[in-house]
């Protein structure tokens, strides 16, 4: 436990500066989207905070919209007229009070439409932030991708006894140029039917050739565990500019490419959760703010173009999490919005509260054991 204070303690401090602003970005936006969507349907708005806690600085607008950023930089809200507290909790006491005159601009009173797309709107600018974002960079950069060098080898694989070694660069396969790792090489290697290929290989400026057959072995699958696929054993770089190349994207078909990549995110995401309820992957693979922060630093230490896409993904993630059907998310939200439409009337207030101190545990509980995971790593 000492040493992962002690590795804690190093990088924190350098890896602090680009977690608040990923997830000051992210945040923001999410909460945007409440605020303007709620705005839309004339919902009387009190503040706009990002994070919690006291205030250290902020501003009010012409509307009466307390704008402000608070001590505690992990979060943010928007209160509406008539809420409790941050989670928006009605102050039931406060709206019974109100009459009609008060009543036409709380939330809490307007048609269940427009409580479901106030409450719906968060998330949706997480995915909308995180199309744009993806655009942008497309458009203007180009899509990163992993190129054909080797990161790794696999002891006793196709590729270690043919002799290939960390750091060639594989250019060639059968005579077809290769650039990237995914998409090419790999797909390839899959589509060989175990058949022998010969691999073109780039060391130290002189070009190999190398006879390899593929079979199956184990390989290690992007949610922490392996699988049988025919392969050679060879592993891409790490995420440098070495070991990168970026493919031009025309900007007509960026934004779909944008949008692919951002159900990308969502699919892999909602894989892994399977993946973990069905005993078919670790848990521990799953990170929380340390994690982000340490993505963020590493992100940072890259280049602008791995920040702005850690923006992005961060961005689908929390768009995601929050659609779960957890009181005290909007997914959580949300579900009592469906039972209220089924029903034709709200839930009980008893049933509202123990569901919301329910999901109150149930995250409090959740960011424990992800904090738990970023330390054990």
Known sequence: MLSVLHNLIAWAPLGLPAFLIVLTFVIFFHELGHYLVARAFGVGIESFSIGFGGEVFGWTDKWGTRWKVSWLPFGGFVKFVGDADAASTPDRERVASMDAGERSNVLFFKPLYQRMLVTAAGPAANFILAIV???????????????????????????????????????????????????ELQDIIQG?????????????????????????????????????????????????PRNTVYIPVPIAKAPLVAVVQTWLVVDVSLTYLWRIVSHHADASQ????????????????????????LIAIISVSLGLINLFPIPIL???????????????????????????????????????????NDLVR
Request: net charge neutral; proline share 5%.
């Open 133 to 183: 974002v993806f655009t942008l960079l497309y458009t203007l950069v180009g899509a990163k991708e992993l190129s054909t060098t080797v990161g790794s080898v696999a002891p006793h694989s196709p590729a270690a006894m043919a002799g290939i070694k960390q750091g060639d660069k594989i250019t060639a396969i059968d005579g077809k140029p290769v650039k990237l790792f995914y998409g």
């Open 286 to 309: 799953l990170g929380g703010p340390i994690g982000i922060a340490q993505a963020a630093k590493s992100a940072a230490s890259h280049g602008l173009y791995d920040l702005i896409s």
């Open 192 to 240: 060989s039917g175990g058949k022998p290929l010969a691999f073109t290989i780039e060391r130290g400026g002189r070009p190999l050739v190398m006879e390899i057959q593929p079979r199956k072995i184990d390989v290690s699958d992007i949610y922490g565990g392996t699988e049988k696929a025919v392969a050679i054993g060879v592993g891409p770089g790490d995420d440098t």
């Open 330 to 372: 909007d997914g959580g939200a949300l579900l009592y919005y469906g039972c209220e439409a089924v029903l034709g009337r709200p839930l009980g207030e008893r049933v509202q509260d123990v569901g919301f101190r329910v999901g109150l545990v149930l995250v409090l509980s959740l960011f424990i054991f992800l904090t738990w």
